[in-house]
């Protein structure tokens, strides 16, 4: 099973170059700009909804990490596996879900991905290999690598399989699962890349405060697993990344990281104002944001005229508008159901009681 | 006596403590610089430096053993783990090493530290992240579990955990944090082991603890109104339990009910009944029922999350079958 | 018919279950190269190689997640903990994930894998690698947990947990290993979910289940003979628990004890003893008394671990205490 | 607080160089194949007294280790800490605990280090600093961590402080809470040596199969901790790495990863056959005994003559005997004091009923 390792150490490998905006066809390049304005408008009227107490829960939005979103997606095959964290929404959309059904599940409805159980953080889609969001730091990586064995497992040994991408925060790499993970997929050779979204923040604690190596794409020199940075900002150079990764992964069953670094627009969560940030650094982020530098860029490099721009972000308005309207018309999972994901092989003696019944139905009969 | 709310009493008790004794400190995610999760510890990196509130990188296991590590060499490092969900992270240092450490070291050392961290369900905040799973901790001979109900047990319990040579959760609720009520000036403690008398009553005991016990205090004195004279006992402490508090209670009452926020089977509430049942079986005049959560990871929808969880009506429900239940007329 | 040590069954049907489907695979720590720490694989590296049974490095955390990632693409791990203590440090993949995925998700997926691994005491391992602790994973919804107490009942629900959809974990016992019994030749299963009546009985019924199970059936033999009849219910599930068979049988006999390994508070044989005084309460003539471990890290010297750990004596004790204690004739 | 981490990556130093035999005193030497000895000793007698039945539990022997107990105990100070694993008895002994005391925990008396009440694999003696023997792999790593945190905060800022020495096997290199705690002793600039004990193996499994980075001393690449491999073998060149750890550790608050690279000479614990293990490398392992190849260098150079070296395996032998009839004579714990170590701070209720006691006391009184 086992096959040769890499060397030791970990070569800093640059990531690969792109041709640029230059090379990529205009419908490429306005397509990748539709869906990361798509993406803004959804995450803007996530916030607003939440504010509104449409949304409850945690809302964890991906505002200023487009680029990233947009760009691993566009790496990321059909039959490839996404495992995501609870910053996911746009994950969801790029990967071609429904706004509406992404809208829905923030609702708690049961048109919603995941039915209304979900939430905002457990975005789930069987059909697109959206194998969850997660919302414990880490909870996601243990089973994305056992994704992977599986996708090995069924392989034939060194054929290509499809790959899984695992996505975390910048903050996630201190946790034990990071490190248990990334050994098991090194000495395994398994399919799978492991995607650090660095947004240079845990909730407030910076990459640097929280990480002995605060160059994430070397943590994985300690399993002989190769790394590349790639700035989150640039759509085209995390695509060229993610493919290069991806390919390695399926046809080598070489396991790596990609770190893409880009900024957090906002707070955490909706709720958090982020007063611990300084001035510069919000003022950095909002120069850097990928939505109006992409955009200027594709208007420089004519590949989108103004109108067109407009045109896009209007849609996606629509869109936006359409999808909460679909949410709000949809109905919540109705009460009978609390019972109905108890169990996937059902057996006798299932719980099914609600607060305040007596353990056995007072007939002395058991339900099941 | 001053009204407060939890939130507040719990943030004065840490600075308090602080203040009186240099080997204090607070270690845990996002204390310092975003000043906890929940709030908790806003100002005090700004007034202790980074010596004291030391903010930690998202290493559970790490951290709480740390902790530990630290409180052998004599500190009191009093941790913060952002919600008991994530305790589970931790929890072989807790339940494999800070609970056996003083005995299985033949009580050469102990370990002098609190683990704070909130439960609680109802904020939609789906299944993995509303636990009430105290009753692990609970269980572990070794450890201390106390779990506050008002601001002032929140002062007193905390103030006696932190001087507490052993390790002490302390099990706080996210939907207490803004509940106020009156906190006594004078730093006295709140002796840890000890269950108190929320409010006496003659027709049913209803035993609690944390956010429930307000519940079944709202329930006890709602239900007053219509002549019915309910007991509320606060546990306050699950590890050690006072079960001769809750057993008097009942052997006046002559009937009870749990009200607990985790689920029914193997849960808190199943050893109160039992308690109850060995301890005042000659008294009892109907079964001990349990109100307590739906046995389903919490659904996110909130009309499903409330069909889950229990609450006021549900207790009031119960406590009218049995008081109505005409088997168990006195 | 034939006689298999509680090992051997384990084995066996490990062996068979993974000839019949190719999507069932043996992950863990040492199964292979080593034949397992108490041998249960031996032999199975060598007939199926390293894709079919995998060893890991220390990492429980990692290697029981990598079987929920495996197991929602549809494969079948099947896992050993090396013993359930080490447990703690995946129960955050095994509560928070495993046991959520499939609601949390809104049903889309399932996780059907198996996790065996034993507990017990009394073999001086000491505090830290002598627990009990399902109990926890009990407790949460989600999972189903089996405790199989004879080597007929280790292959029927190892084989039923291999074959179901739901992540199972499956409770073995150090001090069972080496015990023998008849297990049917068929490939039956047994259905998760149901205790057994293990032997009837008139004059009380003992509840138990794993190591206690054994030991009940051996005391109510014995007591057989003075003419006192006792009734062992083997719970064999303790989630789904099988409320039911228990409370039918107490209804019968009116007199119930439990023997669990586990510490009492907060244990097994609370939620027992709470089920049953609330399930036969107008049956019952004496309360449900619970025979458990002493509340301590077990300590390492014999006497003390002896002293600490319940045994037929003490469950004999409490039987004769509440068949003779006066208060409770009938 | 935060101090220059070191630079990128890691520089693999290689081990501090040691004059040899040839610079140390006569008595040194001695000191230490009398300790070697002593402790091989020590190890055979308790294999034998464990297949009598006078050890529970299980059992772990330091035998092949010798030389690299040996050199670390060598350079730990008085005032520093240790936090061992399981397989500590030698690190105890050459602590300078009596081997009645140790002998006598093995018997699981109340004479023992730990009043009987660890065993094996939890010897505890607070007056040398021996903060105790830990049977969860990897449990010891994070309270080590936390020990080195208590003497960082105790000391003025930059002051040197006692230093925290924590061992771990190879295997347990690869559990999170290793990857935890090296982050935090990184990022905090905690005064502790992480001793790797390299033996090749965990239970049946090799460095090689477990590790995604075998050469152990490199895995703290992932925090920019400096690692150094030593030859576990070679008692001087122990100390002498350990010793330079130790003294960056106090003086320089660096923390670093010490491996030391030996053979395990019998099974895992003293029930493990140790099937799996090839002919070759039982021989290898056989063929590099530290003990008869510390012995014969001595020899060879005059340090020591064959008479005192029978001498010193005699006095060993004696001594270990004097253990075994201390600890076969002293009483067990007596059964009263179950609970004696219930909790350090006594509270009310707290639980002393023993299995069949009812929960209160009959008379409705409660036990406390
Ligand atoms: C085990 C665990 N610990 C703590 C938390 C609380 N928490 C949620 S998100 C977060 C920060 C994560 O930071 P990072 O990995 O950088 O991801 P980001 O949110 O920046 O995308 C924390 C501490 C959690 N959900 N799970
Ligand atoms: C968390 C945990 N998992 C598994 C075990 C069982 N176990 C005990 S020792 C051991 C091997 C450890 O190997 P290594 O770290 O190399 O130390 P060595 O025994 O070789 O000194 C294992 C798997 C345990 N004690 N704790
Ligand atoms: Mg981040
Ligand atoms: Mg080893």
Redesign the interface.
Known sequence: ??KE?GT???AAAPAPATGGIGSESHETLQHYYRQMAFIRAFELRAAEMYQRAKI???CHLNLGEEATVVGLMAALAPED?L?TTYREHGYALARGIAAERVMAELF???T????????S??L???ETNL??G??????Q???????????S??AEPDAPTPAVMCLLGD??T??????????????WRLPIVYVIVNNGL????SVD?????P?LY????????PGVRVDGNDVLAVREAARAALEAARKEHQPSILEAVSFRLRG?SVVDPAR?RSREDTDKAREEDPLPVFRAQLIDAGALDLSSAVQIEEDAERVVSAAVEFAEESP????E?????????P?????R????D???APA???R? | MSELSYRQALHDTLREEMLRDESVFLIGEEIGVFEGSYKITAGLLAEFGPRRVRDTPICEEGFVGAAIGAAMLGLRPVVEIMTINFSLLAIDQIVNHAAKIHAMFGGQVSVPMVIRTPGGGGQQLGASHSQNIEVYYAHAPGLKVVTPATPADAKGLLRAAIRDDDPVLFVENLSLYNTKGEVPDETGRIEIGKAAVAKEGRDITVVAYSRAAVIALDVARRLEAEGISVEVIDLRSLRPLDRETVCASVRKTSRAVVLEDDWLSFGVGAEIAATIQEGAFDYLDAPVRRVAAAEVPLPYAKPLENAALPNADALIKVIREILDDTRYQR
Request: proline letters at 6%.
């Open positions: 099973m086992r390792r030791q150490g970990v409850g829960g945690y596996y495992f708690g409805k049961s919603g991905v995941s039915g209304g159980w979900g939430g953080m457990h789930f889609d069987a194998l969850g997660y919302g414990i730091v880490g909870g990586i243990p089973p994305a690598t056992g994704a992977a064995l599986a996708l497992y069924k903050g996630t201190n946790i034990g699962a990071f490190h248990e993970s990334l050994n098991l997929a090194a000495i845990g909730m407030g604690t405060a929280a990480s002995g190596e160059d070397r943590r994985g020199c300690a399993y002989r697993m955490h611990y919540f999972p109705s009460v159901e609390l019972f109905a994901h108890g169990y996937a092989t057996v006798p003696n299932a719980p009681a609600l607060p305040g007596p353990v056995i002395g009969v058991a099941s």
